[in-house]
């Protein structure tokens, strides 16, 4: 009982953990749950460090699994996104999830190797030691601090550019909310920035655009004729916090149709991220 209430108390943090290596809840849950199965056959009085022992083989399954997704992700329908994790939706209370780990750094390191991506969460975002890094990967020390290094240049050259104040960033979204329900496409000219990027991610399931679309004028026009298509008694916009950050809900009837994430810089929206297919919002309520 002692080891399951262990387990219990640090389920969040391991479920964060794979999280931000794989982008999905769902699989980060099962890894966890394979971990737990994992530590109830091994003999106990073997591990000197629960925790760590954790960490570590959370880890290495969510790597196996990094590795295999990848090939799906390429044959992937349209751009891929990564699950939400919405303030209020069915995982808020067990998983624990680092403030960098927004929509727009997760894509970003999806854009990394399984091993530069491994080194970068496990050293930089959640402070694992090089030693441990290696125990992951199988790969010296030094060359966890090569990986890591490289995978950070990565970050700053195309991650999200500058903290922006949680008020100012739920000011635009909301702005940006209001000018889409009331199909102005002068307000959202105003709000995006020119070199704005959409991605809307439908798996294949529900309508979404099939590529990546850039340009304010481009996205401003798809925002609109997306809204006057689905203006209708029933629909609305709530405001939320996707991935730690000020965002929205798209609801039908109350039932969470797309989860968007607004990326803001020098007040202007930057990057927007549509979550429509079905299978990334049923923890979503």
């Known amino acids: 009982m002692e080891l399951a209430a262990e387990f219990e108390a640090i389920r969040p943090r391991l ?6 290596l794989l982008g ?16 109830s056959r091994t003999a106990h009085a073997e591990i000197d460090d629960v925790t760590g022992w954790l960490v570590v083989t959370v880890s290495r399954l969510a790597l196996d699994v990094l590795r295999s ?19 209020g939706g069915d995982p808020a209370d067990r998983v624990t999830l680092d403030e960098s780990m927004s929509l727009a750094m997760l894509v970003v390191l999806e854009s990394l190797s399984p091993a530069e ?8 975002v959640f402070g694992l030691a090089f030693d441990e890094v290696g125990r992951v990967v199988g790969r010296t020390p030094a060359a966890c601090r090569q990986l890591a290094a490289r995978a950070r240049r990565h970050v700053r050259s195309r991650g999200p550019r500058f903290e922006v104040d949680p008020a100012e960033h739920r000011k635009v979204v909301t702005a940006f909310a209001g000018a889409c329900l009331g199909h102005d496409l002068d307000a959202l000219l105003t709000l995006l920035d020119p070199t704005v990027v959409l991605r809307s991610d439908g798996g294949g399931v529900v309508t979404a655009a099939r590529r990546v679309l850039r340009g304010a004028d481009r996205v401003a026009r798809f925002l609109v004729g997306v809204m ?21 809900c ?32 049923g923890r979503v309520q």
Not at 15 to 20: L, P, R
Not at 69 to 87: K, T
């Open 24 to 39: 999905s809840l769902g699989e980060a849950e099962d890894v966890v749950q394979e971990a737990w199965l994992r530590l």
């Open 250 to 281: 798209w609801t039908r009837d109350g039932e969470v149709k797309c989860v968007i994430g607004i990326a803001v810089v020098d007040g202007r929206v930057t990057e927007i991220y549509m979550v429509l297919n079905p299978e990334k919002l």
């Open 15 to 20: 479920v964060g953990v794979a999280y931000g």
């Open 69 to 87: 997704a990848r090939v799906r992700r390429e044959e992937y329908v349209g751009p891929w996104l990564p699950e939400p994790v919405v303030e």
């Open 228 to 248: 006057t298509r689905r203006a209708r008694p029933g629909y609305a916009l709530e405001p939320t916090t996707v991935n730690g950050e000020p965002g929205l």
């Open 117 to 124: 991506r491994t080194a970068f969460v496990l050293h930089d």
